[in-house]
């Protein structure tokens, strides 16, 4: 990472020398021409592995739970330290029970990404304009990446969007616009600022991509993902009329449709994913993860992590999203195989055209328009429920909002959003941590709505280096 780091940085740096393109390393390879600048960004900044970047996300979120076996022997062991803290919303949530450190890596990540698109655009900048258009696929790329990059980081580490007059002083992340790296103490830009950034980065993709080279590629950042990402930032800003424009837009251009019910119920087989290379749905799919914390736990054997009794209890018999190898593996159920990456050809974050009719749905009821509203949550229902036949009918906003949440937590769990939606609508959820005996016991932790333990602590490394930025005021753990 670093030796890439330094030498795109040397190409910016000895750009003006005439003599720097004849330097030759048989140790290196320094990009000097578009297409190496594609493969630099699909190996760096697409392919690369982030760790367990956001699967803190997943055990903090309410669908996820514990459990333990019911006998417990010499050969049991409780497997759920190193994601206690988060599960419980404890204060600082990288230190386990136990005191060891178990630092988030979504933080280095994606600002990695970030100063290698800031490095990236300003190299492919200086080349000339090309007949095929590479050059503005590659600054589009680079643009979507750096602000989903931001998303990512804002959501998690900065407060909650609310309202125009709070983002002007609510707590962000820092902006870096830096194209080398720079010894130096970064300090927290306002929401606001933040927003700006996003919005401005994805619209200037959107305009490169569209007049770019058309890669139509669900493994390269692409128009439709652009969109999916401006509608999310617009419903973070309860920009309802912005929300159903670019949802009007996408779902008029893209080629993606909804996965259709014949296709669902294909998926009952392990080794057949929902989310799959193959999906009509799939806009895009980046980032390589490690295996979730709970992929090989035996729930008869080990304290674990597990899909939690209230989501799967949400969902009808006969609805084809639980059918059996569809969500979780029959066989060993702590485990989510609904993009099982041992056969889904895709890479582990990946984004669905359904998105756009719950955000279109979502802005349509917020707007009181909720009959129009239901009608796009019904397409995708109708193509969930066996037979054919599902409908969702409700007689007022408030009954149409509830049935939203809940089909969205249903049609995207373990898709790293529902922690967002619970921050993004101010919800209040309890986990039971089970203690790891025969007796049953648990104790029951409570994040109260708009806690301001939606606001992740910064790594801890970060934190011993940066004495400047401001950390968020979070709370001890709550419990009844």
């Known amino acids: 990472m670093k030796h890439i780091i330094f030498l795109v940085s040397l190409i910016l740096l000895f750009a003006s020398c005439n003599d720097f393109l004849d330097y030759k390393d048989n140790d290196k390879v320094i990009p000097e021409e578009l297409d190496q600048y594609s493969e630099l960004i699909l190996g760096e900044l697409i392919q690369k592995s982030v760790g367990a970047t956001c699967y803190n996300l997943w055990i903090m979120s309410d669908d996820y739970s514990t459990s333990v076996p019911s006998y417990i022997g010499s050969t049991s062991t409780d497997e759920r330290i190193d994601y206690q803290s988060w599960y419980t919303w404890a204060r600082e949530t990288q230190i386990t029970p136990e005191g060891d450190e178990k630092i988030d890596p979504a933080w ?241 974050m990946n984004y669905r055209v359904e998105e756009f009719y719950f955000n279109r749905a979502e802005a349509y009821i917020e707007s009181g328009e909720w009959e129009t509203g239901m009608g796009d949550l019904n397409e995708v229902y109708s193509q969930r429920i066996e037979g054919g036949n599902g409908q969702l009918n409700v007689s007022n906003v408030d009954d149409a909002r509830k049935k939203l949440r809940e089909e969205k937590r249903k049609e995207f769990c373990f898709e790293d959003i529902r922690w967002f939606d619970i921050r993004r609508w101010g919800l209040a959820i309890e986990h039971k941590y089970y203690n790891f005996s025969m007796d049953g016991s648990f104790v029951t932790y409570l994040l109260d709505a708009e806690s301001p333990n939606y606001v992740l602590s910064i790594p801890l490394d970060v934190q011993r280096r940066n004495f400047e930025i401001e950390q968020p005021q979070r709370v001890e753990s709550k419990t009844k």
């Open 108 to 348: 280095e990540h994606f600002y990695h990404k970030i100063l290698m698109c800031n490095i990236i655009e300003k190299a492919v900048k200086e080349f000339e304009d090309d007949p095929e258009g590479v050059k503005y696929r590659l600054l589009g790329e680079v643009q979507v990446i750096r602000a989903m990059s931001y998303w990512y980081l804002v959501n998690m580490y900065g407060d909650p969007y609310r309202n125009e007059e709070q983002a002007k002083t609510a707590m962000g992340i820092p902006i870096n616009k830096e194209t080398s790296i720079k010894d130096k103490l970064y300090t927290r830009s306002s929401l606001q600022e933040v927003y700006i950034l996003m919005e401005g980065d994805l619209k200037d993709a959107l305009q490169n991509l569209e007049k770019g080279e058309q890669k139509n590629s669900i493994f390269r950042p692409n128009p439709d993902v652009v969109r999916l990402f401006l509608s999310r930032i617009y419903l973070e800003q309860r920009r309802y009329e912005d929300v159903i424009t670019i949802c009007n837009e996408a779902l008029k251009k893209t080629t993606k449709t909804i996965i259709s019910l014949s296709d669902m119920l294909t998926y009952s087989d392990s080794e057949k994913p929902i989310i799959n290379k193959n999906s009509s749905s799939l806009l895009y799919s980046w980032l390589s993860r490690e295996a979730q914390p709970a992929s090989s736990m035996n729930k008869y054997q080990q304290g674990c992590y597990c899909p939690s009794d209230e989501l799967l209890g949400l969902f009808a018999d006969d609805d084809v999203r639980n059918y059996r190898d569809v969500l979780v593996d029959y066989w060993t159920p702590t485990r989510v195989i609904k993009y099982n990456a041992n056969h889904s050809g895709c890479y582990d």
